[in-house]
């Protein structure tokens, strides 16, 4: 089973799609690449939206979207991309901005992330509400991740970050200790659709399937 715990297909609910024609294009691309199960994770920024404007347009974007799928195309999983913020433990409505049907979260770092200034927020997702955070393209800031990675956290990659034929020793160590639960191909628009994830799933090899497992077990949380 093919898992992409990352896009951004829902049509206007972030700057992913533009329209129902590019996500049903993404999607598209999604289903020519093998993929059986596509989370949609448009953004959430708790500093200019609210967690209700935010899941009614999630609701809205994701019905448009499915009125007009194919029989053939791949389920759907409603999720979020959550930026981090210090307090995001007080919201209400944490628990509806994870994966539909799961209590996994997907966490996006703040720009001025240092681990010791939001640990509490996060400790608090993690072990007060019961959560389990992970955290996005950790690719994209290894440096700012590697606490994170450390204190046993995990994390998604983005499929970009593995395209490569050099590999980048620091993300081959996380998926080898267990630390990478999931791909993603974070997909905006249709420029770069699946190739990237392709590649990735070419050049991880028997990895793929291991980071795959740890999706699905991830799901059943
Ligand atoms: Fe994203």
Sequence with gaps: MNIDLHAHILPKADHGSDSVETSLKQVDLAREAG???LAATPHFYPST???EAFLERRQRCLAELRSRLGQDAPQI???AEVQLCRGI???QQIRQ????GTNVILLELPGDFRFKQFERSIESLQYDCGLTVVFAHVDRYPELAE???DAGYLGQLNASSLCSLFKKKRLYRWIEQGSIVALGSDIHGTKTGYSEFL???KNLGSLYDEIMSR???LLSK
Excluded: K, N
């Design 35 to 37: 993929i059986d199960l």
């Design 49 to 51: 939206d609210t967690a």
């Design 77 to 79: 999983l409603p999720g």
């Design 89 to 91: 433990d007080h919201l």
């Design 97 to 100: 901005l994870c994966y539909e």
């Design 147 to 149: 606490p994170l990675m």
């Design 199 to 201: 590649r990735a799933q």
């Design 215 to 217: 999706s699905r077990r």
